[in-house]
């Protein structure tokens, strides 16, 4: 397996793609206006291993406030590079350019107008000017990276396409990849090569799909960036390490991406020996998946592992390009060390994570940032508790998919493949979901868990004519 050749990007101490290692990084839950939390934070990522930390930037204060937690930490001898994240305001990403390392952009929000899922006509002209508009404000933000030696990552998340690109794509690999070029082709035009791509879906089929078709689609036009990997909205705990693992673990062991995230509903440090793991693993797993057994459209995977979570993500990087691509529909998984039923429940949760075969509930929840303004995990556990006992009581509760979005950057978009979901509205404040609608908005915090699972209740398929419910 070789690693797809890209062109190294200078990221203030610290060099990604080329031949230089695959970095791992996370993200700050902390706010950004809160100096002292976000550099004790930083330093506990950063402690573990993380080569990046990003902090999100919702306005100009929390963007001039990364000089000041930048100064804090280099004082501290941390000269790890910091990331702005910046949705919704393309005048702060011009502010964050002054004082991070690189400014990650999403090409979903950063001139388009938020997303309400509408169906917009354009002609072929009308469609060349809204794409004249990115360039018009693009290019002063690019100069300024210039002339600060600030990187750049043009960040495509699935769940915040613009209605623009869905009205003219779809909700496709095709449009994911064409809201990324429209940036890049600018980039490439100005003479910016300080860039990072990434594209990321909490589908781990959509996303894969997208990187490849990404990585074909620039190298017809000769664009060498390099990637960085991630599946959003992962969750927690082993189902979380699986998901990540099936998605990024399916593109490392095919060469691709130069920086990882594996995003999970957890504090962020937790995220980095995860992450160090998958770049570990990939000569074993990559020639381990050329070497699969495959009979009957069974994929057969032994082992011999003593740590569960080695063996969890193991199999699930094995075996996520095998199964997303259709190689084989089901898995058998042996492990010397563990016993059948956690073998099979192991082989299960990868066949969800791959889109292949769904056994239990699934929990689409993001890993929490500055912008979430709830208890992020205490609902995740909350709601899990509920779902669980519903379950018992009803089979439907059993194989719902829910979404827990600490607010609405990706919430409702990552919904789609979601029954029901939970996000983030302000301060204390919750809004339900069904799919991508809103059916009740700014609930307080303190019931809202139960009103969600009383608007499930409420909203179970009826019993047909004739028949009637026990």
Do not use: W
Not at 12 to 34: C, E, F, K, L, W
Not at 147 to 167: K, P, Y
Not at 203 to 217: D, G, I
């Amino acid at each position: 397996m070789q690693r797809r050749l890209t062109t190294p990007t200078k990221v203030g101490n610290i060099i990604i793609g080329g031949d230089a290692p695959i970095r791992v990084q996370s993200m700050n839950t902390t706010n950004t206006n809160d100096t002292e939390a976000c550099v004790a934070q930083a330093k506990r990522i950063i402690d573990a291993g993380g080569e990046l930390v990003r902090l999100t930037t919702q306005g100009s204060r929390e963007a001039e406030n990364m000089k000041n937690i930048s100064a804090a930490l280099k004082a501290e001898g941390y000269m790890t590079p910091l990331v702005a994240d910046v949705h919704f305001n393309a005048n702060v990403a011009d502010v964050a350019a002054l004082y991070c390392e690189k400014v990650r952009v999403n090409p979903g929000n950063y001139v388009d107008p938020a997303r309400v899922f509408k169906k917009l006509e354009y002609t072929d002209e009308e469609y060349a000017q809204e794409v004249q508009k990115i360039r018009d404000r693009f290019v002063p933000f690019l100069n300024i990276c210039k002339e600060h030696n600030t990187a750049v990552r043009i960040g495509v998340n699935h769940g915040s396409l613009s209605d623009r690109i869905m009205s003219r794509y779809g909700d496709t690999p095709a449009g994911i990849v064409e809201s990324c070029l429209e940036f890049l082709r600018i980039c490439r035009d100005e003479d910016f090569q300080n860039v990072v791509i990434s594209i990321k879906a909490s589908n781990t089929v959509v996303m894969v799909q997208s990187v490849r078709l990404l990585v074909e689609k620039m190298n017809e036009e000769d664009m060498h960036y390099p990637l960085h990997l991630g599946v959003t909205e992962a969750g927690e705990g082993e189902d979380g390490r699986i998901k990540s693992a099936v998605g990024i673990g399916a593109l490392l062991t095919e060469g691709i991406g130069d920086t990882i995230r594996v995003s999970l509903s957890e504090e962020p440090e937790c995220e980095i020996p995860v992450a160090k793991k998958l770049v570990s693993f990939i000569p074993e797993c990559a020639e381990k998946r050329e070497n699969a057994r495959i009979e009957n459209g069974t994929l057969y995977l032994d082992f011999n592992e003593s740590s569960l979570e080695d063996l969890q993500l193991k199999a699930a990087m094995t075996a996520g390009a095998l199964l997303i691509d259709g190689k084989a529909k089901d898995l058998v998984i042996t492990n010397t060390q563990h016993p059948s039923p956690i073998t099979q429940e192991l082989a299960d949760s990868i066949l969800q994570a791959a889109r292949v075969k769904f056994t239990k509930t699934e929990y689409i929840s993001c890993p929490g940032c500055g912008r979430t303004l709830y208890d992020l995990q205490g609902t995740i556990a909350r709601i899990k508790a509920a779902i669980k006992a519903k379950s018992a009581e009803n089979p439907r509760f059993a194989t719902l998919k829910i979404g827990i979005m600490g607010c609405i950057v990706n919430g409702p978009g990552e919904m789609a493949d979601a029954d029901y979901g939970y996000v983030g509205a302000g301060p204390g404040k919750i809004s339900l979901y069904k799919n991508k609608v809103c059916v009740e908005k700014s609930i307080p915090e303190a019931n809202a868990v139960e009103k969600l699972i009383e608007f499930i209740e409420n909203d179970a398929p009826q019993p047909p004519k004739g028949e009637h419910s026990i």
